[in-house]
């Protein structure tokens, strides 16, 4: 049975709401990459940056994505400072595109250079249901989803549905199918009121509606190809040719 990674966030639910017929593996984003490079499972929605320094081991599921238009809600720098006078943050280990995209944020729209930390002394890179149940204890909450999006007038693509080459076409596209009927399904209950993930009812439609989108549309590519290019500059690998890479249908 193919084993599938899904990242143990609540933004990863609607991806496997209804999603049978495989194994799925949970972990935290940096772990599920480790996995997916050793074939430990050949599957998994993950950090998009693992595409930019892997292209060769994989084919993407297109129109799937972890992105946003504006605010992701869970992916916050969090400080006790104002932002132009942060200089030291503890950044967290464990989606490696959270941290360049943190790089990008400072380094090119407000110009300002920083030192990671292993311990929390002026502001901390939050992500996932941490960042969401963190924001309201500090003064200070910067969306980088938002930072990017006001910078670039483009969605950010924080994860994608990678599957190794090495995987049966069959297999591939049933688990494409399967993943876009589970989206459809939650988003289905979603609407109707039958999905009741936060004690909240307000955000759980704020949330799945305006702060995560699942999508992957010409926008995200362009977005993509533009964070590559960040990363290019910022490590000297060479920045791959994304539309080469999606799995074919």
């Known amino acids: 049975m193919l084993k599938v990674g899904r990242v143990s966030y609540t933004n990863t639910l609607p991806l496997f709401y209804s999603l049978r017929g495989f194994e ?3 972990g935290h984003p ?5 996995k997916l490079r050793k074939g430990e499972i050949q599957a998994g929605i993950v950090s998009s940056a693992e595409l930019f320094f892997n292209p060769e081991s994989y084919y993407v599921l297109p129109d799937i994505s972890i992105s946003s238009r504006g605010r992701v809600c ?7 400072k104002p932002l132009n006078r942060i200089s030291r943050i503890k950044v967290t280990t464990r989606s490696v595109t959270s941290r360049y995209l943190l790089r990008y944020v400072l380094k090119e729209i407000h110009r300002r250079d ?24 500090y003064p200070f909450s910067y969306d980088l989803g938002e930072e990017w999006f006001r910078h670039t007038a483009l969605p950010f693509v924080f994860a994608l549905f990678l ?9 591939a596209r049933r688990l494409y199918r399967s993943v876009k009927e589970s989206l459809t399904d939650f988003f289905t209950d979603l609407k109707r009121g039958k999905v009741k993930v936060f004690s909240d009812p307000d ?4 949330y799945f509606l305006r702060c995560i989108d699942y999508n992957l549309t010409k926008d995200h590519l362009r977005s993509l190809e533009l964070f590559f290019g960040f ?10 040719k994304i539309n080469a890479l999606f799995l074919p249908l």
């Open 203 to 206: 955000f759980n439609e704020e």
């Open 24 to 26: 799925i593996v949970e």
């Open 74 to 80: 869970s992916v916050l720098l969090l400080s006790e």
């Open 231 to 240: 990363l290019e500059k910022e490590t000297g690998h060479e920045a791959p």
């Open 30 to 34: 940096s772990e599920l990459v480790e």
């Open 163 to 171: 599957v190794r080459r090495e995987v049966a076409l069959p297999v």
């Open 114 to 137: 920083f030192k990671e930390v292993p311990s929390k002394e002026e502001a901390i890179l939050s992500i996932g249901d941490e960042a969401l149940s963190l924001k309201d204890y």
